[in-house]
DNA sequence: TCTGGGGTCCTAGGACCC
DNA sequence: TCTGGGGTCCTAGGACCC
């Protein structure tokens, strides 16, 4: 391995816990003691889960229909979710976070990792530090959170795990103050697949090799373990050892793509729907770009149909085009994702899932097809495809956007069995660029 | 009936060139 | 007619994270 060994660093990685469900509990204290989970988009899955419903073994990503029975029995509460809500609490933990180092990586909306080492002194010992933060934070917003301390991230994350799992710590682990037998003891008590970095599929390959526990992964021969996995395991491998490979990412790099796609709440067969909801997605996706100052050379548009439906026909495509030239321009863009909809629509299938991806490296963009010499679109179906092509006919290179209410992803809750009504509503802005 | 959304990094293998 | 090897670029797909 090239890489040269770091100076050596203090992390403390800073976690809420259980972030959306303790958001909601900051503004509803009554729900402190209520078995809860916050629901996904469309309500159909738990994407939080509050401490008395994991114990009950809900995993993350449980369909709510799946647990009707579950929840009945123990009075689980479910809530939507509301991402604005955690946006915002997120920039107030940070904030907070901030008083104590200027060196810190926002890794998460609800986890930071620290550099602590410049700031120690003034406390006692890592620990105290740990448990100052953690009450600043609970003042401060109402969030609990938990702190891990160790000599890489790798370790930082496996104390967090450990203050969050068990008692004695009391939400703040220094692994690196810790004497090495008991760390070792921890770590032999930690199943392997808790370890930050090692997923199912590693997982699964470790047992073979009777890999079981953190501390088997630590003894581990880390050249081996390169030879077998790759560099990925072999840098885990030594900042379980404590020798840091990963460093602090203070400034956020520019993301290389954006996304913005959404589940249907009900499936969907007509072209007019796709369009309303790819010129939404393409219109938030541009957003995204314009607020990091980028412009993007190419992009895809990917429909799909209900994979958890095998028996059912399925469709899955996406195409990805160049653009004529890179563009930040929403109505250029949703020109083009609407014109590659087009081609990859097929009559017939119920669609479940539409997104936009845009490409950032604009001087090698994953291309498939490249087919615009123009941007008009011409669609006699689609409604909005007119308004598109009048819009774009009256103010050229105006931008546009959809409203953000009344969107595909929530229709179902709103507007219960009653058919889905699709009225965009389009602002005409001023050019921006 | 009902099953999230958004990212990153790494690798293998094909295409292509000299 | 037969037959090479090395390097680089590109892409798809796997695996992981929250």
New binding site residues.
């Given amino acids: 391995m090239n890489t040269k060994i770091p100076a050596s660093h203090l992390f403390a990685l800073v976690d809420v816990n259980n972030f959306y469900v303790s958001c909601e509990r900051v503004f509803a204290p009554k729900l402190e003691n209520v078995p809860m989970v916050v629901l996904?988009?469309?309500d159909?899955?738990a994407?939080a889960r509050c401490a008395q419903v994991k114990v009950l073994g809900v995993k993350?990503?449980t369909?709510?229909?799946?647990m009707q029975e579950l929840a009945k029995k123990h009075g689980i509460q479910a809530y939507s979710s509301n991402y604005t809500l955690y946006g915002d609490m997120s920039g107030r933990v940070v904030e907070v976070l901030k008083k104590f180092t200027p060196h810190l990586e926002v890794?998460?909306?609800?986890?930071s990792f620290l550099a602590i080492e410049t700031v120690l002194k003034q406390y006692v010992d890592p620990t105290s530090l740990g448990h100052t933060i953690k009450q600043e934070v609970k003042d401060t917003t109402g969030l609990p959170v938990c702190v891990g301390i160790g000599r890489s991230k790798t370790l930082a994350?496996l104390a967090n795990h450990l203050a969050k799992k068990h008692k004695i710590f009391s939400g703040v682990c220094d692994v690196d103050s810790m004497p090495k037998e008991e760390l070792y003891q921890w770590m032999a008590e930690t199943a392997v697949g808790e370890?930050?970095?090692?997923?199912?599929?590693?997982?699964k390959k470790l047992k073979e090799l009777h890999i079981h526990t953190a501390f088997d992964l630590l003894q581990a021969s880390p050249q081996a373990m390169r030879q077998q996995f790759?560099?990925?395991m072999e840098r885990l491998c030594y900042e379980l050892r404590g020798v840091s490979c990963l460093q602090l990412e203070e400034v956020a790099?520019i993301?290389?793509?954006?996304?913005?796609?959404?589940?249907f709440?009900?499936?969907v067969t007509a072209l007019d729907e796709l369009a309303e909801s790819v010129a939404t997605h393409t219109a938030?996706s541009a957003e995204?770009l314009r607020a990091q100052k980028s412009v993007t050379g190419a992009l895809t548009v990917f429909i799909q149909t209900?994979s958890?439906?095998p028996h059912e026909p399925q469709h899955h495509q996406s195409i990805?085009v160049a653009l004529t030239g890179p563009s930040d321009n929403t109505l250029i863009l949703t020109a083009a994702a609407l014109k590659v909809l087009k081609q990859i629509y097929q009559a017939g299938f119920k669609y479940?899932?539409a997104?936009v991806?845009l490409s950032l490296l604009a001087d090698?963009?994953?291309?498939?097809q490249s087919l615009f010499d123009d941007i008009h679109v011409k669609g006699k179906s689609a409604g909005l495809m007119k308004a598109m092509d009048s819009i774009n006919n009256r103010f050229g290179n105006a931008v546009i956007r959809s409203a953000a209410s009344g969107t595909t992803?929530n229709w179902q809750m709103r507007s219960g069995n009653k058919s889905p009504n699709y009225t965009t509503r389009w602002d005409e802005l001023p050019i921006v660029r």
């Fill in positions: 996904s988009n469309n159909g899955c994407v993350m990503g369909p709510w229909f799946q890794y998460s909306i609800d986890e994350k370890v930050w970095g090692v997923g199912k599929q590693t997982c790759g560099v990925v790099p993301k290389q793509q954006i996304v913005s796609s959404r589940s709440g009900k499936p938030r995204k209900n958890f439906k990805t479940k899932k997104g991806m090698k963009p994953t291309v498939q992803q």
